[in-house]
């Protein structure tokens, strides 16, 4: 299925300010960044609501998951989260910002590094605020944290791990991009996402990041303020 470029661009000032994902993409289709060429595992796709891209769950890759359709394209991979991990933690023989049986289940480190060298940034949206603050016309996209069942199999076990979760507008309607979803969940416009979000927050254990550029990040314009 053929998956269309989702519109990145900002107005600022009178002028159309492009996001840094969408101004790899109008150079050049972008390889996958993996450790080596040719050695990466990439994440499965699979085909969902058109021009939306969904990356299913493997193994414990949903850090990996969520960056990429966050992004809407694949440009992470597990061998480049792990190289991350060797870059955030040198000298650790048993690495903190991942599993050590090798599966994923990466920190939020990771995350925070892999958008950076991009060009984005990740800010903590402090739950105490209302969410009618929350500027999203200048968020990318949003990337959750929250507690999931943990499942063997068609067995359901009674534990609860944390999982990465993305959330993306494209062509004007949000999306649940959850990894573990079977295809994108529709949210609908802001006032759906807002619901969601409220939902999530209202657990308790949720976290939400902002993937926002730099000059967003800088200026501050992801909050309303008045």
């Not at 009674?158 to 993305?166: G, K, N, S, T, Y």
């Not at 996402?193 to 990040?217: D, I, P, S, Y």
Request: charged letters at 25%.
């Amino acid at each position: 299925m053929r998956k269309r470029p989702v519109p990145g661009s900002r107005k600022a000032g009178g002028a159309t300010r492009r996001d840094p994902v969408t101004q790899r993409r109008e150079r050049r289709s972008p390889p996958l960044l993996g450790a080596e060429e040719g050695m990466s595992q990439a994440p499965e796709a699979r085909p969902s609501p058109p021009s939306v891209y969904h990356e299913r769950q493997r193994l414990e890759l949903c850090a990996v998951h969520a960056l990429n359709n966050v992004l809407q394209e694949q440009l992470f991979s597990q061998e480049a989260a792990d190289e991350i991990c060797k870059r955030l933690a040198p000298d650790s023989r048993l690495n903190p910002h991942r599993s050590l049986l090798g599966t994923g289940n990466y920190d939020v480190n990771v995350i925070m590094a892999a958008l950076q060298g991009l060009g984005l940034a990740a800010v903590w949206w402090d739950r105490r605020r209302p969410l009618s603050q929350l500027a999203l016309p200048q968020v990318l996209g949003l990337i959750l944290n929250l507690p999931s069942p943990v499942s063997l199999g068609l067995l359901s076990l009674p534990l609860r791990r944390r999982h990465w979760v993305a959330l993306r507008q494209v062509d004007g309607i949000y999306y649940n991009l959850d990894s573990k979803l079977r295809a994108p969940e529709a949210l609908g416009d802001e006032d759906g996402v807002r619901t969601f979000l409220a939902a999530a927050l209202a657990q308790g254990l949720c976290e939400v990041l902002l993937v926002v550029t730099k000059e967003v990040e800088e200026a501050g314009c992801w909050l309303h303020t008045s």
